[in-house]
């Protein structure tokens, strides 16, 4: 959401990454313009270079206007198996190397008054809010309409997103598991999510259920989420045509849900309806949830430590 439509026509290119423009997954190499260009830079061992700006985390994007006491920061980084890198039509994929990362860190100088401000307080607790992001995939079925528990229990939820997907896309080279079937389900615009809203604790999201004959309803609302921080470009890459396509994603806004006074944990599911029996392709649920965290450092004796 954060490549909007001049920064994917600029900068991102830059950043090894191309929109893409055909839904077909079986012939995708010859008419998805995406998938060629991802595949260029990479051609016959070329190097490629790319940024992962890091303040576009929500953990690092609320700490630009923090000064932090020294403390050890462990970034742990997951690598996407090979299929998902770059899919080829053809069976036989392309390797990409990692060989090197590097982490830029500007470093700040202090005055003298600065410094003394720094010194004076360096052990008075600080705390700061971000939200967190978990997937959450849900078990290979066929039914044609349910109720998907996603989550047992989960504090402040302010952002779900949900997507369905033919589970066959998944581990396999000749289908890209970054476009998504929750509008064509089975891939011959037959079975298709009908209807679907989402339950927290007691509270439904909308009031008025999500309809599939009101995909404009359903994309405005994304495309309002993507307004919400739209603070260093312009424009949207989602329109109605490759929305229904390619970026089928359905998003809740939970910001408006008031939280009991305890603040425990509640359940999160979804309620959906297809048109039709889906026996003819399994599929799979994922939900994106992004919940409000808080990080607190206290003093404990002569250490300061996150609680």
């Known amino acids: 959401m954060d490549y909007t439509d001049d ?3 600029s900068v991102a290119k830059s950043q090894f990454w191309y929109l893409d423009t055909d839904a077909t997954n079986g012939t995708a190499a ?10 260029a830079p990479s051609h016959g061992g070329a190097t490629v270079e790319t940024i992962i700006p890091l303040n576009r985390f929500s953990f690092f994007e609320e700490l630009s206007d923090r000064l932090l006491p020294p403390f050890h920061l462990e970034f742990e980084i997951v690598l996407q198996n090979d299929n998902e890198i770059i899919f080829q039509n053809d069976g036989t994929g392309r390797r990409i190397v990692v060989q090197k990362f590097e982490l830029w860190v500007p470093q700040l100088m202090l005055t003298s008054e600065g410094q003394k401000m720094f010194n004076e307080n360096f052990l008075k607790p600080t705390q700061w809010t ?3 992001e978990v997937l959450h995939p ?3 079925q066929r039914h044609a309409r349910g109720s998907w528990l996603i989550s047992a229990g989960v504090k402040k939820p302010k952002h779900v997103f949900i997507f369905f997907q033919q589970t066959r896309k998944q581990n396999s080279l000749t289908q890209n598991p970054y476009i998504f079937d929750t509008f064509d389900i089975d891939g011959d615009d037959t079975a298709k999510l009908s209807s679907c809203r989402l339950q927290y604790g007691t509270d439904y999201l909308p009031e008025l259920e999500y309809d599939s004959d009101f995909k404009l309803r359903i994309l405005n609302d994304l495309v309002n989420y993507r307004y919400r921080k739209n603070d260093y ?5 989602l329109q109605t045509s490759n929305f229904g396509t390619i970026y089928p ?7 408006s849900v008031k939280e009991g006074v305890t603040g425990d944990p509640k359940s999160l599911t979804l309620h959906y309806r297809l ?3 889906a026996d003819a392709q399994d599929y799979t649920i994922y939900a994106a949830v992004l919940n409000e965290e808080e990080v607190v450092v206290k003093q404990i004796g002569n250490e300061l430590v996150v609680v």
Not at 30 to 39: E, F
Not at 249 to 255: C, E, H, K, N, T
């Open 275 to 277: 048109n039709e029996a």
């Open 30 to 39: 010859a008419t998805n313009a995406g998938s060629k260009s991802r595949g």
């Open 7 to 9: 920064y994917a026509r």
């Open 130 to 132: 971000y939200l967190k």
């Open 233 to 237: 470009n312009s424009g949207t890459q």
């Open 249 to 255: 994603v359905i998003y809740f806004d939970l910001r």
């Open 138 to 140: 849900s078990p290979s």
